[in-house]
């Protein structure tokens, strides 16, 4: 069974860091591609950023320069570290399969990160 499991979400200050980890299991990590979505309230789901099999990186505008994905294949694991965070960033962070699209429908529970001003 394919299972995504958030973590690293907590509270911080405007102007702080944060790093989120999502550890998958029940697929082939290595040959799919993965993306961190955030869900804030009153607002749809958006796509944070994704990494595809050969590591490259996509970024929302609102968050380029200031997130970063990685992957570690040998963990089953991906990665958004988070600098310089804004209280904008406050929301529900989820990570999901992008390739291939047949796994797309399995969420994780999301971990909550909330900025404070």
């Known amino acids: 069974q394919v299972q995504l499991v958030e973590s690293g979400g907590g509270l911080v200050q405007a102007g702080g860091s944060l790093k989120l980890s999502c550890a998958a299991s029940?697929?082939?990590?290595?040959?799919?591609?993965i993306g961190w979505y955030r869900q804030a309230p009153g607002k749809q789901r958006e796509l944070v950023a994704d990494i595809s099999v050969g590591r490259t990186t996509n970024y929302a505008d609102s968050v380029k320069g200031r997130f970063t994905i990685s992957r570690d294949n040998a963990k089953n694991t991906v990665y958004l570290q988070m600098n310089t965070l804004k209280v904008e960033d406050t929301a529900v962070y989820y990570c999901?399969?992008?390739?291939?699209?047949?796994?797309?429908?399995?969420w994780g529970q999301g971990t909550q990160v909330t900025v404070s001003s």
């Open positions: 999901n399969v992008r390739h291939p699209y047949y796994l797309r429908n399995v």
């Open positions: 029940g697929f082939t990590f290595s040959t799919s591609a």
